[in-house]
């Protein structure tokens, strides 16, 4: 990890933007988290010479980049970890599709199950033993002559929420084979991003409101900045807060 990713840092917590590919947190490919590795960059950084504390908040799916919130003090983590349940932190994100949505703009509402067996979430319209109410907001901000840019904001945090009910409306996400894409990204990345994130600081009481920065390598990603910016400058949040981790 390099201080290129850190947007956003106190005393308290620390903002980074995460790259495809990372992990969050431990799990059993025994690959370093990014957890671990911002503890190594603190304690560099600021020369401490014993443990250093880096609580995990909430965690993004391995191919998904963008924005994850992590706590430096025990306080801020309990904070932040009620916030995240009772909906008082605004997530939002982009996603870049294949296909255009049925309608420009959408509240999408099913059911979600899970999988252990092959780490996979199901969609129902109705009810069923087990599932949990998914709700979901997205609006359509952009289009290429092959693409299209969505911005989707969670009311609910499920385990690959974005990416399953975005492919039961028919726009899987690119590079998303888990979920019905066609072909995969070279990087093994999906073109999904936790783009935004905004919240009342647990301890100080100021807003915090950050954006990460659209992936500069990526050209299909950049062919959106425009967008994206006008966006960025111009909207609120699709509704006022959005709860829950995705996993």
Not at 124 to 138: D, N, Q, V
Not at 166 to 188: A, F, M, V
């Amino acid at each position: 990890m390099n201080s290129d990713s850190i947007v956003y840092e106190d005393n308290h917590l620390i903002i980074v933007n995460k790259a495809p590919g990372e992990i969050v947190q431990g799990d059993k490919t025994g690959d370093e988290p990014l957890s671990e590795a911002i503890k190594a960059w603190l304690k560099e950084k600021y020369a401490k010479p014993g443990n250093v504390f880096c609580g995990v908040v909430h965690r993004l799916d391995r191919p998904v980049g963008g924005l994850v919130v992590f706590a430096k003090t025990s306080k801020a983590l309990a904070r932040l970890n009620e916030m995240f349940r009772n909906g008082s932190v605004s997530k939002r994100y982009l996603a870049i599709t294949r296909n255009l949505p049925p309608r420009e703009q959408d509240r999408l509402k099913g059911y979600l199950t899970s999988t252990e067996r092959n780490n996979k979430s199901y969609v129902s319209a109705t009810p069923r033993e087990g599932a949990k109410e998914a709700i979901l907001s997205y609006r359509l901000i952009g289009s290429s002559d092959r693409y299209h840019m969505l911005e989707v904001e969670l009311e609910t945090g499920r385990k690959h929420q974005i990416r399953v009910q975005l492919s039961s409306i028919g726009c899987p996400i690119k590079g998303d084979l888990k979920y019905g894409d066609k072909r995969s990204n070279p990087d093994g990345s999906i073109s999904l991003q936790a783009h935004r994130i905004s919240f009342i600081h647990p301890v100080s009481g100021k807003l915090i409101d950050v954006t990460a920065p659209l992936p500069h390598a990526d050209p299909l990603w950049q062919a959106f900045a425009e967008a994206v910016e006008a966006n960025d400058r111009n909207t609120q949040p699709l509704r006022g807060q959005a709860d829950g981790n995705e996993d």
